[in-house]
């Protein structure tokens, strides 16, 4: 049982460049999110979908679009990467709004 | 504005010495106040999650109670295994989860 899986772990960006974190989950949650992790601040959450082809934004949701074609699948694109936008990334997923979520191992994004 | 604050943000502590995290939050119809442990390079795992003022739950050495405005995490002779960073987050009334900065937890051998 993998749980949830972020690929990829570990990404260096020039500015100005485009790329695409992908999320998978195998317990067939409804709830998906983004988050971003910066020292020193809490969670932030950039994004999340309460189901299948649904998406909204969270409170840091400039810089990133998301998409989720498929139930299990919730991903997170930088168009036009910004140094701004390093931060270690965490996607989560939950039975519900007020269920715990499961995290994923993170990826750690540096954009030069 | 809703918001989750949690002290101290770092605490040190020697195995067996017992101790208290708090987190006070700030949040118009909470639905939910959730207690995460997260170690170096993962991501949070869950712990606990209370609903309502006085309810409290227990995990090893782990105590989580909750109050009308913050919330406790008790740990009871504590272990080096224990050292990690908890964060607790609030759930408003829209269900987003608003997370504090976390404390840093460090038990000494």
């Known amino acids: 049982n993998a749980g949830v899986t972020q690929t990829p772990k570990f990404r260096v960006l020039k500015t100005g460049q485009s790329m695409t974190l992908l999320c998978a989950q195998d317990?067939?949650?409804?709830?998906m999110y983004w988050y971003r992790q910066d020292p020193g601040m809490g969670l932030r959450l950039i994004h999340y979908?309460?189901?299948?082809?649904?998406?909204a934004k969270g409170e840091v949701p400039d810089g990133y679009n998301v998409s989720r074609l498929k139930k299990q699948n919730f991903l997170l694109g930088l168009e036009s990467a910004a140094p701004s936008q390093t931060s270690v990334y965490f996607c989560?997923?939950?039975?519900?709004?007020?269920?715990?979520?499961?995290f994923g191992q993170g990826t750690r994004l540096t954009v030069v | 504005e809703d918001q989750v604050t949690q002290s101290p943000e770092a605490l040190r502590l020697q195995e067996g010495e017992s101790s208290s995290l708090n987190c006070s939050y700030t949040?118009?119809?909470?639905?939910?106040l959730f207690w995460y442990r997260q170690d170096p390079g993962k991501g949070p795992e869950f712990l606990f999650t209370?609903?309502?003022?006085?309810e409290e739950k227990e995990k090893e050495r782990l105590k989580a109670t909750l109050t009308k405005k913050e919330s406790f995490l008790h740990i009871t002779a504590p272990k080096p295994e224990d050292s990690a960073t908890y964060l607790c987050?609030?759930?408003?009334?829209?269900?987003?989860?608003?997370w504090g900065a976390g404390t840093k937890l460090i038990i000494k051998p």
């Open positions: 317990m067939n949650h409804e709830y």
């Open positions: 949040v118009s119809g909470l639905r939910g």
């Open positions: 979908s309460v189901g299948e082809g649904t998406t």
């Open positions: 989560a997923s939950s039975y519900a709004g007020t269920t715990e979520a499961f």
């Open positions: 987050a609030s759930a408003d009334s829209n269900y987003q989860l608003i």
């Open positions: 209370l609903y309502s003022a006085g």
